[in-house]
């Protein structure tokens, strides 16, 4: 049995790779599985130990994940390296629980209209299923973690704004139907870091010895501002994608997770080590380059490189 | 007299479009007067009041600064708006009185050896320029504010990292020098937001009565950031620049300012009413694509617009 504090210490701060996932929802061409393959080993090379490869969904809607089970494989395959993989339903369920996926992830709308518009049921019919994923989860041999993704948490693209009351309540059933991780998503990057950090401290709290992460986007150029107050709020399992990969189907123009390599530079500067070397997940851009030279990749730290330590360094 | 607190009153945010000063200095194109003059005054018509419209330095040198005059009386002509030219030498001081611009901006160095390199000066006649300046603003008739920014001030492009006690003996040093408001400028986008936080609380204790300002540039995408540390330490006056315009001679491939339309909405998701009209804001980036086609604009807000409010807003 996979326990949650085995591979997300409380004492330090986890940032995971979602653009395997997240960012690939929307892009015009698929990179090819070796490619995936390839961007999981550098970063792993670069330090990265957190990866969202996927998900478990019908290939015939979700081509971009049809090799969900290679991506898994090859993460497996890297010592203290960690996958987690999407499921929406319960075929889903067993397919990841088969693969041996080390954290299965599932997602709740923060809004009624959301989750009936997104996922065709009540929320409550949500938190239903993930009972269920959790019931199976225990039933299952190797037991993987499970988290469930509160999605729109700070504001809604149908509902508008999202009483965060609300979402704390869901936190809590979230944890009562057995999940081990709460996340808490800014899926329309639509707060600030004031809103993101009052959501995230009261989340921490209701979490006690479970987890909270904290799944931002950039859409409004506030990524990198409300990561540092979920760090601030007591966060520590953060998610980004190299050069900010990704969109949103449900907000035109905007653009993907909070970029992680600058996530990294923001956690180091504050303190808190990563792991992760920037100047080696930075190269790991040309991959993606490469495979999908339509998409638009984001980020300073890529343009500008790590500021120089001393007078010789800028000589 | 102008009084400082006049046009930066204590209780409130004031953002300032630095654009048309820092966000000149490196641009292949300059725009027309004209093109500056419907700049300030669509911003204005959005809400801004306070404009650094450029700097009196010898127009051979930087031609884009050569109609500066014409600027500050755009400015002077609005009501209740406030333009702020950067001088250099004595010459440029009393040409900015001649002008009667309301605030005249200078710049000392954080470090000696950026100083020696930059301006050719130690930080001490830097100082003593400065207080020569403070002098002739006492003698003139209507006795503009005087700023300092203090540049590379958490982080610098020759020597690396800065040591904020030095920093805040130079904003001492200001303030006995006889200007009225001092800035940290992270000229290079060095730090993060706990540097930046830390200094400008520290700074603002300082500063007393008279005020301190924060000038941040978006080099490693830590800009926002940046600025709602500054807003948490209790910085209440903060520069940016339209669409991020601008780049930094000293940092290739920094971008420029923080951009001005995300940090309105950074300001006002927490809380601080700044006055300005995002959309409206937004609307005048038309006039910088058509002058200067070939520099790159930045921001959220500009690529994903405000999010929605309501339900019917969404549908």
Request: aromatic share 6%.
């Amino acid at each position: 049995m996979t326990r949650v504090q085995d591979i997300y210490p409380k004492d330090r701060v986890i940032l995971r790779e979602v653009g395997l996932r997240d960012g690939l929802q929307l892009v015009k061409k698929f990179p090819s599985t070796a490619a995936k393959q390839r961007w999981v080993r550098d970063e792993y090379a670069a330090g990265v130990r957190h990866f969202e490869v996927g998900s478990f969904l019908p290939a015939k809607t979700f081509p971009q994940f049809a090799d969900v089970g290679d991506v898994v494989q090859t993460v497996a395959s890297l010592p203290g390296a960690h996958g987690i993989a999407l499921v929406l339903n319960e075929r889903g369920v067993n397919e990841a629980l088969a693969s041996g996926v080390a954290e299965i992830a599932s997602v709740l709308s923060a809004t009624e209209q959301h989750s009936q518009a997104n996922a065709n049921r009540s929320r409550e019919a949500a938190i239903a299923n993930i009972k269920r994923l959790c019931e199976l989860r225990d039933a299952s041999a190797h037991k993987p973690v499970v988290n469930a993704a509160i999605s729109m948490a700070l504001g809604c693209s149908i509902a508008g704004p999202v009483d965060p009351k609300e979402v704390l309540r869901l936190v809590e059933k979230c944890f009562e139907a057995g999940v081990d991780m709460v996340g808490i998503a800014d899926t329309v990057g639509y707060a600030g870091p004031k809103q993101v950090g009052d959501l995230t401290k009261a989340a921490v709290r209701i979490a006690g010895s479970k987890a909270i992460f904290v799944h931002l986007h950039d859409t409004r150029g506030m990524g990198i501002a409300n990561a540092s107050a979920a760090l601030d709020a007591g966060a520590r399992i953060l998610d980004g994608s190299l050069g900010g990969l990704g969109g949103c189907p449900f907000a035109p123009g905007a653009t993907g997770n909070v970029v992680f390599e600058d996530l990294v530079f923001l956690c180091e500067s504050k303190g808190f080590a990563t792991g992760i070397d920037i100047d080696r997940l930075i190269a790991v851009r040309s991959i993606l380059r490469a495979e999908m030279p339509g998409e638009q990749l984001y980020g300073g730290m890529a343009r500008a490189g790590l500021p120089s330590r001393s007078a010789a360094a800028a000589a």
